[in-house]
């Protein structure tokens, strides 16, 4: 069983900057992958980054390119997604996504290589 906790949501204002966490617990994370997804009301949840456990590799939204980053603390269970230049069409609630244990898996945009889900945090940008 895998547990995802997410935390550092907030209300910012637009051209603030947040970081994002996501600690894992319950599971070794050889061979597969952590990131990120977002839901914004009335839309549907989109993909924004990954990052592949043992080697690094990243994978971002292209719209997202450039103001988020995906970084991983291995030591620490732990994927961060530090956000720039927050603009207000990137409020939404983001959730920490895992694939499933001891498995690698394509990383795509789809929802389709996800296990496990955190229980989300807010991200709220004012302009």
């Known amino acids: 069983q895998v547990q995802l906790v997410e935390s550092g949501g907030g209300l910012v204002q637009a051209g603030d900057s947040l970081r994002l966490s996501c600690t894992a617990s319950?599971?070794?994370?050889?061979?597969?992958?952590m990131g990120w997804f977002r839901q914004a009301p009335g839309k549907e949840r989109e993909f924004v980054a990954a990052?592949?456990?043992?080697?690094?590799?990243?994978y971002y939204a292209d719209s997202l390119k450039g103001r988020f980053t995906v970084s991983k603390d291995n030591a620490k269970n732990t994927v961060y997604l530090q956000m720039n230049s927050l603009k207000p069409e990137d409020t939404a609630a983001y959730y920490c996504?895992?694939?499933?244990?001891?498995?690698?898996?394509?990383?795509?945009?789809?929802?389709?290589?996800?296990?496990?889900w955190g229980q989300g945090t807010q991200v709220t940008v004012s302009s």
């Open positions: 319950g599971r070794t994370f050889s061979g597969d992958a």
């Open positions: 996504a895992a694939g499933p244990p001891d498995t690698v898996v394509t990383v795509t945009t789809s929802q389709r290589w996800v296990g496990s």
């Open positions: 990052i592949r456990w043992d080697d690094g590799s990243t």
